[in-house]
């Protein structure tokens, strides 16, 4: 009788802790994205240099789009990596799409200039490429394979190794439904 | 896929035209006239908020004279007061459907409530979708298509959040039907125990005599307990037979008929079972005491009951007691600052973080430390950085701010190590690039090293006052890696007397009483302008006589390696304890007021001032 009731009484807490204990592991503010291994919504960006890169022209591509902002530690972190990385890999059939958000021109095009980012960027002024792609911080990337499929998502800062793995798994259309996770995202 | 492809492609098509549909446009004809469209939109709902549309439109159809004659009237009169009518309309749409989105970038908040620029801009695209005619449910869709579900603030009816919103309802009606069940199975058994003092047996007996109205009986062996008890029922069956006469002649209700003969019948039944009990002893005198032994041992059995039960619940409620004590305890024990953006706000066994007491303890330690270190006490400061450190080795913070006290003590090296090690945890702390930068720079002369930490730093910081200061001590290393303004070169300075300071110091006369016979004097020099930060030289003179002729050279430089160079201001205090980094009462402190050359000669000063 007695071992009844003990048994019972865990049998209601236990879930209760369970649960208390779930909440407080999780991060109330991570998205988990549900884009990933969808179509990528097509966009039409402004690059700073006037002309317009959409989405559709990349066809046949494997695309790098990049979410940042000047003044977002972790993208100033990983704005030499990707240049880097982006000098490398120039010549195959891979794109790297830059998308300042939440920024003012002035302080997006020193921030080019300061890193000498030479791949095409623009600028987001809306925010809807943004929320097209579910973006909640910055940095946040994206790798998009040739038919235009959202294959890898990265939340944070990224080094030049992983970009280059995931643009070659992009290219071959292999899906990365796990979500990376780099060093701290800036939220404004 | 297919179908939120189409909903991207949808919402993509740039809204060019602001008009929202639930307003009537003019005919193509007037809009091809020369009124332009803007002008017309104006009228169109000026027009609907007046209710004359219909004639209006008319007239619109009519002619474009009418029409612009119409349209001065309108705009002079009406379109101020009706774009502030009809605006809050959609501002007020799309305020309630932000009002059930969740802002992306915050924590609980909606993005009507947000002042984040996120927000605003997904208020933003609300109200283009809501003026390109899309309906709230289609917008909200949109979102949840990007962000999935987490981004509505009261979660759909299907799937698993149907589960949170049957759940509260499932635990009420589980509550509800717990206590229906307790509460039933508590009457039960009160019931249960009842009819235990009423014996159907003696209850028939009761009813059956008072009937038949039962002779008084008179035995041989009356006692007067028994004859009390006989009265007792006798009394108790007349009453019976009243209430009965009572009830039929209808002065009673049946309810208070049915209590009142309850009432009398429980009575008698328990006289009975007393007169029983007193026949039954007096017919078995032999051993009278059995029955008696029993029932003190059925007591007993009794009170044990109760008295079990009694503990139980006690200890139920101790245990809920504990429970909710050691919740609330540990919860709030476990709770720490986030240390990252993924951290979690509890540690320890909740999470498997660490443990709470020892975070809580090492960012205690660690605010302890940096407010000493701002106020420039540096003994303290070792001490809280160094108790933070035995807590959590991985305290980059810690270790960087040590790294800033050990260059200020000239121990560069330590310092260098105390960076690397913060640098090792924390590869971006600005702190640390900063401090190791400094240190390689000033201290070591490794230009090339110091040139790589600097720009690493520069890279990670946003423009700013602090980023341009960086930059200015980058610029004065040139890219060869070697000092572009080599700074003067201090190996020569300590033997040549032009970098010296000399002087005398003396004691004012109104102060001499309360000079302490083994205070230590410290005369310091920091760099001109800097109104705190460490001292660039400092020499201990102990048990001083004064009056005091003084010299301070490159030898008493702080940190080794710095230039003891350009203006500086001098001040002196004999400090009671010999600690260079405490102040206290009883100090006597002097200054030079002005600031002077290095190779300065008679800076003279007085000591004038007690510290309080």
Redesign the interface.
Same mark, same amino acid.
């Given at each position: 009788m007695a071992w009844r009731r003990l048994f019972i009484t865990l049998l209601i807490?236990a879930p209760i802790l369970w649960l @208390?204990?779930f909440g =407080?592991?999780?991060?109330?503010? /991570?998205? %988990? &994205? +549900? @884009?990933i291994a969808?179509?990528a919504? +097509? =966009?039409t960006l402004t690059m700073f240099d006037g002309r317009k890169v959409t989405l559709e022209e990349l066809r046949g591509k494997a695309v790098f789009l990049n979410f940042w902002a &000047?003044?977002c !530690?972790p993208c *100033?972190?990983e704005?030499?990596d990707l240049e880097a990385a982006w000098q490398q890999i120039k010549e195959k059939n891979m794109v790297f799409v830059g998308v300042a958000l939440?920024d003012t021109e002035k302080?997006s095009r020193?921030f080019l200039q300061e890193?000498q980012v030479t791949y095409p960027n623009g600028r987001d002024d809306?925010?809807?490429i943004? #929320? %097209? /792609?579910? !973006?909640?911080?910055v940095p946040e990337s994206f790798f998009i394979d040739p038919e235009g499929r959202i294959t890898y998502k990265h939340v944070?800062g990224i080094g030049a190794p992983m970009v280059k793995t995931k643009l070659a798994e992009a290219l071959r259309g292999i899906v990365t439904a796990k979500e990376g *996770?780099g060093? &701290?995202? &800036? #939220? *404004? | 896929m297919l179908k939120s492809f189409s909903l991207i492609r949808r919402h993509i098509t740039p809204f060019k035209r602001r008009t929202p549909r639930a307003l009537p446009l003019p005919s193509e004809t007037v809009l091809s006239s020369r009124t332009n469209v803007r002008d017309l939109r104006k009228i169109s709902r000026c027009g609907s908020k007046q209710g004359f549309l219909p004639e209006f439109t008319l007239s619109l159809a009519e002619g474009v004279e009418m029409t612009e004659r119409l349209l001065i009237v309108c705009l002079l009169f009406f379109a101020t007061p009706i774009f502030a009518a009809t605006a809050p309309d959609l501002d007020d749409r799309t305020r309630a459907i932000a009002a059930e989105l969740r802002c992306v970038v915050c924590q609980n908040l909606s993005v009507a409530d947000s002042p984040s620029e996120m927000a605003q801009q997904m208020k933003g695209i609300i109200r283009e979708q809501l003026q390109a005619g899309k309906t709230p449910a289609e917008i909200k869709n949109y979102f949840v298509s990007k962000y999935g579900e987490w981004v509505l603030l009261a979660p759909s009816t299907k799937g698993f959040g149907l589960v949170v919103w049957l759940l509260p309802f499932v635990a009420l009606l589980a509550g509800l039907g717990l206590g229906i069940w307790l509460l039933r199975r508590w009457v039960a058994k009160r019931k249960k125990r009842e009819p235990n003092s009423v014996e159907p047996a003696l209850l028939a007996r009761v009813r059956q005599e008072a009937t038949i109205g039962k002779a008084v009986e008179h035995g041989a062996e009356d006692s007067s307990q028994k004859s009390e008890l006989i009265q007792e029922r006798t009394r108790l069956y007349a009453d019976l037979k009243e209430l009965e006469f009572d009830f039929q002649a209808g002065k009673l209700s049946a309810t208070d008929y049915g209590d009142l003969r309850q009432e009398i019948e429980s009575k008698a039944v328990s006289v009975l079972q007393r007169l029983d009990a007193l026949s039954e002893s007096v017919q078995s005198k032999t051993a009278p005491k059995k029955p008696q032994k029993k029932t003190r041992a059925e007591k007993a059995g009794e009170t044990k009951v109760a008295g079990l039960r009694g503990w139980r619940l006690a200890a139920g409620g101790a245990f809920l007691l504990l429970f909710g004590l050691a919740l609330g305890v540990a919860l709030t024990k476990s709770l720490r600052p986030r240390a990252s953006e993924g951290d979690t706000m509890t540690g320890d066994f909740l999470t498997g973080t660490g443990s709470p007491a020892t975070n809580s303890e090492v960012a205690s330690s660690l605010q302890e430390g940096k407010a000493a270190f701002a106020k420039q006490d540096w003994a303290k400061a070792i001490d809280a950085f160094k108790k933070a450190l035995a807590s959590d080795p991985n305290q980059a913070e810690a270790h960087a701010y040590m790294g800033f006290i050990l260059v200020q003590a000239g121990h560069a090296d330590g310092a260098l190590m105390a960076f690397d090690k913060a640098l090792a945890v924390a590869p971006n702390l600005p702190m640390a690039l900063w401090g190791k930068g400094m240190t390689l720079y000033q201290a070591k002369q490794d230009y090339a090293g110091a040139r790589e930490a600097f720009e690493k730093l520069l890279r990670l910081m946003p423009p700013g006052q602090e980023r341009s200061e960086v930059e200015k001590v980058l610029a004065e290393i040139s890219p060869g890696g070697q000092p572009g303004k080599p700074p003067p070169q201090t190996a020569s300075a300590a033997a040549n007397p032009s970098n010296q300071i000399s002087g005398k110091i003396t004691l004012d006369p109104k102060l001499t009483a309360n000079v302490d016979k083994q205070a230590t004097l410290f005369i310091i020099a920091r760099p001109a302008g800097a109104a705190g930060g460490p001292p660039l030289a400092v020499k201990k003179i102990e048990q001083p006589v004064f009056p005091l002729s003084y010299s301070l050279g490159s030898e008493n430089l702080m940190m080794q390696g710095r230039p003891f160079a350009g203006k500086v201001t001098i001040s002196v205090r004999l400090d009671k304890d010999g600690n260079p980094v405490t102040r206290q009462a009883g100090d006597l402190t002097g200054e030079y007021k002005n600031p002077v050359d290095v190779g300065s000669k008679n800076v003279d000063i007085e000591l004038d001032q007690m510290a309080k």
């Open positions: 807490i @208390l204990a =407080f592991q999780r991060d109330a503010r /991570y998205i %988990n &994205s +549900p @884009l969808k179509e919504a +097509p =966009f &000047s003044w !530690v *100033r972190a704005a030499k939440q302080d020193a890193f809306s925010g809807k943004a #929320v %097209n /792609y579910g !973006v909640w911080g944070g *996770r060093e &701290s995202q &800036s #939220v *404004r | -």
